[in-house]
T-cell receptor, first 112, second 113 residues
Framework: RKEVEQDPGPFNVPEGATVAFNCTYSNSASQSFFWYRQDCRKEPKLLMS???SGNEDGRFTAQLNRASQYISLLIRDSKLSDSATYLC?????????????FGKGTKLSVIP | DTAVSQTPKYLVTQMGNDKSIKCEQN?????MYWYKQDSKKFLKIMFS???????INETVPNRFSPKSPDKAHLNLHINSLELGDSAVYFC????????????FGEGSRLTVL
């Protein structure tokens, strides 16, 4: 089983739609969770951290289910500018280091 | 000023050559990384340095040698380039090794012919 798994998509949605991405992780000792966004041919950038109680940032809502080792990202009222690849990122510690592991990403295309 | 800058942005070279990619961060952060993103877009960590000390060294061929002359710089030298080395190499910086926010450079696209 891969450490961090995501549905690669692509998800093609119309403007204004609500879309949800899921991510599962294999290491139950994982400590921190994040969503990054990567535009085409650009570098990844942090979108939001994911907290145990769930958190919201404008149109974006992130949720964590530790029991199921599952993270989600919900985007409401999709904009054309939301088109990007969304990367699920998990931090775990081991052998004295704190490593961030990236999922392969879910590609979103918002269509006019 | 770009927070994390990499040079060169594009590199096309022949198999067997040796090349270097340089990275500099002006954030004053303690930790720097090299990631490789292959054609399938999988972003995989290669190395991590914290205050010039190597802390993560993933299973990477020893043809790849990182070097951190100071906290603000982390360079990557690659010997005897192979076709499979073609990828985008991203440098990143983080405030500390436990911080989740990485600031990435724009990437260096390496093509080996």
């Amino acid at each position: 089983r891969k450490e961090v798994e995501q549905d690669p998509g692509p998800f093609n949605v119309p403007e204004g739609a609500t879309v949800a991405f899921n991510c599962t992780y294999s290491n139950s000792a994982s400590q921190s969770f994040f969503w990054y966004r990567q535009d085409c041919r650009k570098e990844p950038k942090l979108l939001m951290s994911v907290y145990s109680s769930g958190n919201e940032d404008g149109r974006f809502t992130a949720q964590l289910n530790r029991a199921s080792q599952y993270i989600s990202l919900l985007i409401r009222d999709s904009k054309l500018s939301d088109s990007a690849t969304y990367l699920c990122v998990v931090r775990h510690s081991g052998a004295g280091s704190y490593q961030l592991t990236f999922g392969k990403g879910t590609k979103l295309s918002v269509i006019p | 000023d770009t927070a994390v800058s990499q040079t060169p942005k594009y590199l096309v070279t022949q198999m067997g050559n040796d090349k270097s990619i340089k990275c500099e961060q002006n954030l004053g952060h303690d930790t720097m990384y090299w990631y490789k993103q292959d054609s399938k877009k999988f972003l995989k960590i290669m190395f991590s340095y914290n205050n010039k000390e190597l802390i993560i060294n993933e299973t990477v061929p020893n043809r790849f040698s990182p070097k951190s002359p100071d906290k603000a710089h982390l360079n990557l030298h690659i010997n005897s380039l192979e076709l499979g080395d073609s990828a985008v190499y991203f440098c990143a910086a983080a405030e500390t090794e436990t911080t989740g926010e990485l600031f990435f450079g724009e990437g260096s696209r390496l093509t080996v012919l």
